[in-house]
């Protein structure tokens, strides 16, 4: 049982490239998020997905877009990167019941140059 | 809309000193709150957490009152060691469609020194 799994961990784009953010999970949850973390920020949610089949749009969906493969997989996607996105990326899941906790990936570390 | 208010670190502790990181909310409703921990180099792990009013929730040594009067989930222990050194955020969310991403604090930084 390995969680929540992202790839890469590391990654340096220069701007303009694309690049997709893998993240999946086995604990059979419905839900899952992508945010980013910023310095002195916290963490904010960029896109997430309630359930297999929809995704809906976070606090700072622009530039990035996602999709939700399968009930496993839901991945990040940078079109055009750019400077401002330099961040950690963390995707996590959860698994809808009352109360339950969001379990995080160990995050990728992305600078845009 | 949701947010959640942390005090600013970085707070620098002495072995076995008493923690006390504050945590105040404004939300539409009444949100489960969590507090996690994020250690050098690591992803956020669940700390602890509480889904009413007047629960206290509790993980290795850690505890955290829901207080709705006062809107607050301060996060307290008797005595730190220096593997508590990490970050700790301060979370809400809800069960509502919409709204059940976490909404996060902006993290407060715990050093503890030998």
């Known amino acids: 049982n390995a969680g929540v799994t992202q790839t890469p961990k590391f990654q340096v784009l220069k701007t303009g490239q694309s690049m997709t953010l893998q993240c999946a999970q086995d604990?059979?949850?419905?839900?899952m998020y992508w945010y980013r973390q910023d310095p002195g920020m916290g963490l904010r949610l960029i896109y997430y997905s309630a359930s297999e089949g929809t995704t809906d749009k976070g606090e700072v969906p622009n530039g990035y877009n996602v999709s939700r493969l399968n009930k496993r997989e839901f991945s990040l996607r940078l079109e055009s990167a750019a400077p401002s996105q330099t961040s950690v990326y963390f995707c996590?899941?959860?698994?809808?019941?009352?109360?339950?906790?969001?379990?995080f990936g160990p995050g990728t570390r992305l600078t845009v140059t | 809309g949701d947010s959640v208010t942390q005090m600013e670190g970085p707070v620098t502790l002495s072995e076995e000193a008493f923690l006390t990181i504050n945590c105040t909310y404004t939300?539409?409703?009444?949100?489960?709150l969590f507090w996690y921990v994020q250690y050098p180099g690591e992803g956020l792990q669940l700390l602890l957490k509480a889904t009413k009013a007047d629960d206290k929730g509790s993980n290795k040594g850690f505890e955290a009152t829901y207080r709705k009067e006062t809107t607050s989930f301060h996060l307290e222990k008797g005595s730190v060691q220096v593997s508590d050194s990490a970050v700790y955020f301060c979370a809400l969310s809800f069960m509502d469609t919409g709204r059940r991403a976490l909404t996060f604090g902006s993290g407060t930084r715990l050093q503890v020194q030998p």
């Open positions: 939300a539409t409703g009444y949100p489960s």
């Open positions: 996590a899941s959860r698994s809808g019941v009352a109360g339950s906790e969001q379990y």
């Open positions: 604990m059979n949850h419905n839900s």
